[in-house]
Antibody
C-alpha cells in the first residue's frame, strides 16, 4: 500500500522560495505509470490544484495561476517528488498535500504539511 | 482557469437526500468524465467518495452517488446521516491537461 509523506520548512519568509518534498513508500515512483501531484489548501479555504508531473519526470503541468512560480521534480533514486514555489507571499500560506494521480484520480494523499509565509 | 462553481452550503435533515452541484464549462466538466468528489472533515485529509462521475471507491457508502448533465456534475447523498456533515469538493480534468477544483460546499445536517 503506497504511502506519501510531505516534509519541509514550516515557516518561509516573504519573497523567498518554498521547497517541499514528498517521500513515497510502498511503491516505486518509476513503476505503474502514475503521475504525482501537489494540492494546497489555505487555512479556512478550499482546495487548489498546483500541478502534476509524470513518473518519468519528463513532463509537468501546472495551474496557470501558479505556473510562473512553481516547479515540480522527481528524484527516482530517493523515490520522492519535490515542489518549489518562488517569490512567496502570505497568500501562499497553506497546507500542502502530495498525492498520486492515476487516470484522473487523486489517491492516496499524504497527511499534508502546513507552510506559513511570514517574516 | 476559474474554479468550478459549487453552492457554499447545503443542508438537510437526517434521512433526507441532498444534492450538491458542480458547474463548469465544456472545457472541463462537460468535456470529460474525469470528475471526482472529495469529502473533508475539519483538519483532516480529503477522502475520495466518487470518481469518474459516478463510481464509488471501495469502502464508500452506497448512499453517495454521482451524475453529470452537460457542464454540471452532481453529488447526491441519500439517507443523510450526522456523519455526513463535512465539506465537499468536486474537481475536473480540463482541456489544457490541468485540473480544477470546485469552490467547496459545506453540508450541514439539521
Amino acid at each position: 500500500q503506497v504511502q506519501l509523506q510531505e516534509s519541509g520548512p514550516g515557516l518561509v519568509k516573504p519573497s523567498q522560495t518554498l521547497s517541499l518534498t514528498c517521500a513515497v513508500s510502498g511503491d516505486s515512483i518509476s513503476s505503474g505509470g502514475y503521475s504525482w501531484s501537489w494540492i494546497r489548501q489555505p487555512p479556512g479555504k478550499g482546495l487548489e490544484w498546483i500541478g502534476y508531473i509524470y513518473h518519468s519526470g519528463g513532463s509537468a503541468y501546472y495551474n496557470p495561476s501558479l505556473r510562473s512560480r512553481v516547479t515540480l521534480s522527481v528524484d527516482r533514486s530517493k523515490n520522492q517528488i519535490s515542489l518549489s514555489v518562488n517569490s512567496v507571499t502570505a497568500a501562499d500560506t497553506a497546507v500542502y498535500y502530495c498525492t498520486r494521480l492515476s487516470n484522473g484520480v487523486f489517491d492516496p494523499w499524504g497527511q499534508g504539511t502546513l507552510v506559513t509565509v511570514s517574516s | 482557469q476559474s474554479a468550478l462553481t459549487q453552492p457554499a452550503s447545503v443542508s438537510g435533515s437526517p434521512g433526507q437526500s441532498i444534492t450538491i452541484s458542480c458547474t463548469g464549462t465544456s472545457s472541463d466538466v462537460g468535456g470529460y468524465d474525469y470528475v471526482s468528489w472529495f469529502q473533508q472533515y475539519p483538519g483532516k485529509v480529503p477522502k475520495l467518495v466518487i470518481f469518474d462521475v459516478n463510481n464509488r471507491p471501495s469502502g464508500v457508502s452506497y448512499r453517495f452517488s454521482g451524475s453529470k448533465s452537460g457542464n454540471t456534475a452532481s453529488l447526491t447523498i441519500s439517507g443523510l446521516q450526522t456523519e455526513d456533515e463535512a465539506d465537499y469538493y468536486c474537481y475536473s480534468y480540463t482541456s489544457s491537461s490541468t485540473y480544477v477544483f470546485g469552490s467547496g460546499t459545506k453540508v450541514t445536517v439539521l
